[in-house]
């Protein structure tokens, strides 16, 4: 919500630099425009917040500023009397051409562009308001699991290429790449040479310790007797070994993190509030339900309609017209996270929920390529979210889908036939 000119006493835009950010101040009763810098160290930080609470008397103090997550809004967002105004860089960008059609670019103009765009257009912009603690560290845990596991993801890719290259009996004898097993099986075995020389026993007793049955370890110890090696190259060998060693050591040293993560989000899901509701929807299991948690949040004011929920996650497209033509794309000034959480969600439903099963269906049929069918259900999913959150109800498929049929939709005819 804006707050009103009555109630600041000044507006600040900031443009946030690694070691120093520029400033423009306009106090609200029309004074002249003022122009600075603050480092960024907490003492700097702290003083001048201090200053401005004491400058102002403590009133509302209106702050943008390019960043919605980051080091600067962390520092700022502890002081009661500032209402800060993050926005995208993009929105910053295109204000600054208007006032700036000649390309004129530095950082004290740039806070000065901040604080016209906030001046001038404020009743458009969001005030940024907090969450409670434990839905920010929900969002955080999950933000920061995702690129752990983006990481594992990058590192097992890798290891999988070398292993075609030098060692693909691994491939065979291991499955995936990112199990305790593989990381276990390729620290000691690192080349065919050293897993032919390996004894039988050995081999057998590792796959024991990690739960295969009598069964698979008799076919991997036959498939390991049996094999020829794919490459000799003395070179290729030796250089392949350190590096198919060394990926599998960072592999395992990620594993006991993830678990940690996967712990500690359990913990505070089970004692958040509005969990039961996003843990109701089908697919959302444990990785996904904290994630659609923390992209709504606990401040049931902060969206009014679905429709801003789709819009800031980029499932909705946009539409462009000029004259006679109009076009649809995808909408790419979004949170990339948030997006990629609502389309995995809505992916993983289509095991689940047989309406979504269904509805995905229907956009194949029409034409529609996977990647776009599944944003289409992303999108039609948000709406059945958001009157979950706001009403404060776990979701129930029979229900949803007995309101389906008594509506009379078309996704009825589809869920018999996919049935």
Same mark, same amino acid.
């Given at each position: 919500?804006?707050?009103?000119?009555?109630?600041?006493?000044?507006?600040?835009?900031?443009?946030?630099?690694?070691?120093?950010?520029?400033?423009?101040?306009?106090?609200?009763?029309?004074?002249?425009?003022?122009?600075?810098?603050?480092?960024?160290?907490?003492?700097?930080?702290?003083?001048?917040?201090?200053?401005?609470?004491?400058?102002?008397?403590?009133?509302?103090?209106?702050?943008?500023?390019?960043?919605?997550?980051?080091?600067?809004?962390?520092?700022?967002?502890?002081?009661?009397? =500032?209402?800060?105004?993050?926005?995208?860089?993009?929105?910053?960008?295109?204000?600054?051409?208007?006032?700036?059609?000649?390309?004129?670019?530095?950082?004290?103009?740039?806070?000065?562009?901040?604080?016209? =765009?906030?001046?001038?257009?404020?009743?458009?912009?969001?005030?940024?308001?907090?969450?409670?603690?434990?839905?920010?560290?929900?969002?955080?845990?999950?933000?920061?699991?995702?690129?752990?596991?983006?990481?594992?993801?990058?590192?097992?890719?890798?290891?999988?290429?070398?292993?075609?290259?030098?060692?693909?009996?691994?491939?065979?004898?291991?499955?995936?790449?990112?199990?305790?097993?593989?990381?276990?099986?390729?620290?000691?075995?690192?080349?065919?040479?050293?897993?032919?020389?390996?004894?039988?026993?050995?081999?057998?007793?590792?796959?024991?310790?990690?739960?295969?049955?009598?069964?698979?370890?008799?076919?991997?110890?036959?498939?390991?007797?049996?094999?020829?090696?794919?490459?000799?190259?003395?070179?290729?060998?030796?250089?392949?070994?350190?590096?198919?060693?060394?990926l599998s050591l960072q592999l395992a040293a990620l594993a006991e993190p993830l678990r940690e993560y996967d712990r500690q989000l359990a913990e505070h899901m089970q004692q958040h509030p509005d969990a039961a509701i996003f843990q109701s929807f089908p697919g959302a299991g444990d990785a996904l339900a904290p994630r659609l948690l923390a992209a709504f949040g606990t401040d049931r004011d902060r969206l009014?309609?679905?429709?801003?929920?789709?819009?800031?996650?980029?499932?909705?497209?946009?539409?462009?017209?000029?004259?006679?033509?109009?076009?649809?794309?995808?909408?790419?000034?979004?949170?990339?996270?948030?997006?990629?959480?609502?389309?995995?969600?809505?992916?993983?439903?289509?095991?689940?929920?047989?309406?979504?099963?269904?509805?995905?269906?229907?956009?194949?049929?029409?034409?529609?390529?996977?990647?776009?069918?599944?944003?289409?259900?992303?999108?039609?999913?948000?709406?059945?979210?958001?009157?979950?959150?706001?009403?404060?109800?776990?979701?129930?498929?029979?229900?949803?889908?007995?309101?389906?049929?008594?509506?009379?939709?078309?996704?009825?005819?589809?869920?018999?036939?996919?049935?």
């Amino acid at each position: 919500m804006y707050t009103t000119e009555a109630e600041l006493a000044a507006y600040i835009g900031i443009d946030w630099g690694d070691k120093t950010h520029a400033i423009a101040l306009l106090p609200a009763r029309g004074a002249q425009e003022e122009h600075g810098e603050l480092a960024h160290t907490p003492e700097a930080i702290d003083a001048w917040a201090t200053q401005l609470r004491k400058r102002f008397g403590g009133r509302r103090v209106a702050v943008i500023l390019e960043q919605s997550k980051g080091a600067l809004i962390y520092a700022l967002m502890k002081y009661d009397f =500032l209402v800060l105004y993050p926005v995208n860089p993009k929105q910053v960008a295109y204000f600054r051409e208007v006032l700036a059609p000649g390309g004129n670019k530095d950082d004290p103009f740039d806070a000065h562009t901040a604080l016209r =765009l906030l001046v001038s257009h404020g009743d458009c912009l969001r005030a940024w308001t907090p969450d409670d603690a434990r839905t920010r560290l929900i969002g955080i845990l999950c933000e920061d699991r995702r690129r752990l596991v983006e990481q594992r993801t990058r590192l097992s890719n890798q290891l999988q290429s070398r292993l075609k290259q030098v060692f693909p009996l691994a491939l065979e004898v291991l499955g995936s790449l990112t199990t305790d097993l593989a990381a276990a099986f390729l620290s000691r075995w690192s080349s065919f040479d050293e897993l032919r020389q390996a004894a039988a026993d050995d081999v057998a007793a590792l796959y024991r310790a990690h739960g295969l049955g009598r069964a698979k370890i008799e076919e991997r110890l036959q498939r390991i007797a049996t094999a020829v090696p794919l490459a000799t190259d003395a070179a290729l060998v030796a250089g392949g070994r350190l590096l198919i060693r060394t990926l599998s050591l960072q592999l395992a040293a990620l594993a006991e993190p993830l678990r940690e993560y996967d712990r500690q989000l359990a913990e505070h899901m089970q004692q958040h509030p509005d969990a039961a509701i996003f843990q109701s929807f089908p697919g959302a299991g444990d990785a996904l339900a904290p994630r659609l948690l923390a992209a709504f949040g606990t401040d049931r004011d902060r969206l009014q309609e679905a429709h801003e929920m789709q819009d800031i996650s980029g499932i909705s497209p946009v539409t462009r017209r000029s004259g006679r033509t109009t076009s649809v794309r995808r909408r790419w000034a979004c949170s990339k996270f948030l997006r990629q959480t609502f389309q995995e969600f809505a992916q993983h439903s289509l095991a689940k929920s047989a309406w979504a099963k269904a509805y995905y269906n229907m956009q194949r049929q029409r034409g529609k390529k996977h990647h776009a069918a599944v944003r289409a259900l992303a999108f039609k999913w948000i709406r059945v979210l958001f009157r979950c959150w706001k009403e404060r109800t776990p979701y129930d498929e029979l229900a949803y889908c007995g309101r389906l049929l008594q509506s009379g939709s078309p996704l009825c005819a589809h869920m018999t036939t996919s049935a």
